[in-house]
């Protein structure tokens, strides 16, 4: 006998222990109650994920389950806010308790590594659609935000660029020599959580890089009214991505590809001794408008646009 939509998510989800002193009230009830602790501001944010739009059919539905909720962690991370509580509504096309199994191994795990409480959500019938909304706290005043970059700001990033975009062109075909690492960030990325909450008091702006670095850039350049050049030699990438760029001349991979999840962040100079953790400054914050890359002696000028759904 088919599951019915409420025993679906007691089988399902409902075995996650709570971990949060803010949860109040958890699923089970029309709503979920949380309490906010004095001093403190609520971050909330949201995601869709769409078969045949954001991950090809016959994914592997752990994995799905991971990048999902990392998707959400990732906007909390680059607003410095530290994660509480997430809800889940999922439209499935039919009831696949074997994926769903997955799937819920794979969006759990990662909560319980960040001690997130899932507290509602909704299922649905229909095509396969993955959405959730994550909470966390700030303490007031000390959110990082798009607007705030200043010029003479060093733009800094975490990790390496590109290798998403890399793992992206390796399931559309690519032929790539060592290509574990590069799935691997374009399947279940990692949220920069703990970097996140370090960067508080330090930074002056930040964003994650969720639709490409010169368009997620562009969103602080435009909300703060400033320019910024980049530099095409300080750009971190991973071997297998200065192959590829090397191999087909695409060079702008790295500065359009989506789905990093790195944070972009900038930091005036004399912040940049207080960084605790490894990153790459990579420009500079101007007051001229505009994204410029400075490559091999030649400026470019970038449009500073990432991926849009509706263009």
Known sequence: MPLSEFSLIRRFFTEQKITNPSTQLSIGDDCALLSIPEGYELAITADTMVENVHFFAGA????????????????????????????????????????LTAFAEGFLGLAARYSVDLIGGDTTSGPLTLTAQAMGLVPKGQSLKRSAAKPGDDIYVTGNLGDAGLGLKIRQGYRCGQPGAALQR????????????????????????????????????????????????????????????????????????????????????EKASYLPFECHKIGVIETAPGLRLHKAGTVHSLKAQGYEHFS
């Open 60 to 99: 592997d539905p752990k994995q799905l389950g991971h990048k999902l909720l990392a998707v959400n962690l990732s906007d909390l991370a680059a607003m410095g806010a530290k994660p509480l509580s997430v809800t889940l509504a999922l439209t499935l096309p039919k009831v696949d308790e074997a994926w």
């Open 186 to 269: 374009f399947d279940q990325p990692e949220p920069k959580c703990a970097e996140g909450l370090a960067l508080r008091g330090i930074a002056n702006a930040c964003i994650d890089i969720s639709d490409g670095l010169a368009g997620d850039l562009g969103h602080i350049l435009e909300q703060s009214g400033v320019g910024a050049t980049i530099d095409w030699a300080a750009l971190p990438l991973s071997a297998e991505v200065q192959a590829y760029c090397d191999a087909t001349g695409d060079w702008r991979l790295p500065l359009s590809a989506g789905d990093d999840y790195e944070l972009c962040f900038t930091v005036s100079p």
